[in-house]
């Protein structure tokens, strides 16, 4: 068998598997098989992925602090994730009396919900969409938006004290947030011309001077729109260093102060694939999505590339964790406002600048780059050393 020909077995076999179990059925249930087969391959996937990523994040965190880390169950470590899975299932469900018992339980329940729905629209491979909608992007974000929902019900139904103060911060950053978070995505779609996140990352098809990838990142109104994207998501995700809502020294554990064992690792998985499904919404506006990163690599099946360009992000999001520390709230709130938000809206502008000029020859690219840059870099600066004026290098004092 030739490569070329391996290669497009790889590519296919997911379609090749799903259409072999769906002559085995009656034709009456079809539609009905496809769609559970597409959100059990989406659960089965994305909680391995979990399971994955919380023994990978604890390793890379031991490894930053010069620890061990988890290294007592099964070889290296490997079976840490099914021993806290037992764990958790395992262990008691206590409701506090006062507690609303059925807004305590849904509220884990409506988190899952939203963050395995906002994966139905990514395409995660060549012919991989489980659903191809002509609003993809928009979807993705009503679909995140329960989070919000969610989280208030969480710390309103416990009745306590500080699981409501963590709520009510949440929102508040979850909402700061939100609004770069989708200024940063306008720019995607007023040069893709689309909603649709298939055609998004059909956009970014080919090479410029057949070198460089057409990627969304690789321009200069790309490469600001996903640094901000990229902080955004961040902060909606409640990770470090936005982890104010759970910040254990100073609310105990936030919305989750009342729950254990089941729903608190179903709380647990919500942030996890939250965080994984934002980063699979950056691989697909900006990244290129399942696209190669060179013309001779297009051998290698698309999913694959699509699954690595995700690990990359997920590892810098962990990376980030265990080195930056936590913001204050004043801190975090003057970040997005006084500074994501405007930079955000320059994107914009710089995109359609970008788009009006596509049109340049002769040396006008040059200048096309030069000003795309100056663009990119000018008013951030210019925001950052504004916000910082008075705000000197802290001076330590010691005992002598």
Not at 128 to 142: I, K, Y
Not at 205 to 224: D, E, K, N, R, Y
Not at 230 to 243: C, G, H, K, V, Y
């Amino acid at each position: 068998m030739s490569a070329s020909t391996a290669s497009g077995v790889l590519e296919t076999f997911p379609l090749e598997a799903r259409a072999f179990l769906l002559e085995r059925l009656p034709t009456p249930w079809g539609w009905l098989a496809a769609s559970l087969l597409s959100i059990g391959a989406i659960v089965v996937v994305f909680a391995s992925i979990f399971a994955i990523s919380t023994l990978l994040e604890r390793k890379i965190l031991a490894r930053i602090q010069n620890r061990p880390g988890p290294n007592r169950v099964g070889p290296g470590g490997l079976l840490q994730p099914l021993a806290d899975a037992i764990k958790t299932i395992t262990k008691e469900d206590i409701v506090p009396r006062s507690a609303d018992g059925l807004l305590h339980f849904l509220a884990p329940v409506v988190l899952v919900a939203g963050a395995l729905l906002s994966f139905a629209v990514i395409p995660f491979g060549r012919h991989l969409v489980p659903v191809e909608l002509e609003a993809g992007v928009l979807f993705f974000f009503a679909a995140a938006a329960s989070s919000e929902v969610a989280v208030f019900m969480a710390g309103w139904a416990s009745r306590n004290k500080y699981a409501m103060l963590a709520a009510m911060r949440a929102l508040a950053q979850l909402i700061s947030y939100e609004l770069p978070l989708v200024l940063a995505v306008v720019p995607v779609v007023m040069l893709a011309g689309s909603l649709s996140t298939v055609e998004i990352v059909a956009a970014q098809a080919g090479w410029w001077g057949g070198i460089l990838p057409q990627w969304h990142v690789f321009s200069p109104w790309g490469l600001g729109a996903f640094l901000v994207f990229m902080i955004a998501a961040l902060a909606e995700s409640n990770r470090s260093p936005f982890d104010l809502p759970e910040a254990e020294s100073e609310l105990i554990a936030g919305h989750l102060t009342e729950y254990s064992g089941f729903k608190y690792a179903l709380f647990f998985m919500a942030e996890y694939l939250g965080m994984t499904a934002l980063c699979c919404l950056a691989v697909t506006l900006f990244l290129g999505g399942w696209h190669a990163p060179s013309a001779f690599l297009e051998f290698v099946p698309s999913y694959l590339w699509f699954g690595a360009k995700l690990g990359v992000l997920i590892v810098v999001l962990m990376w980030i964790r265990g080195t930056v520390p936590r913001l204050r709230i004043d801190q975090l709130m003057r970040l997005s406002w006084k500074f994501l938000v405007p930079v955000a809206l320059g994107t914009i502008v710089n995109a359609a600048f970008w788009h009006s000029s596509a049109e340049w020859g002769g040396a006008w690219p040059a200048v096309r780059w030069a000003a795309g840059v100056a663009l990119l870099l000018g008013p951030p600066a210019w925001l950052a050393r504004r916000l910082s004026a008075g705000l000197g290098p802290r001076v330590y004092r010691y005992a002598t």
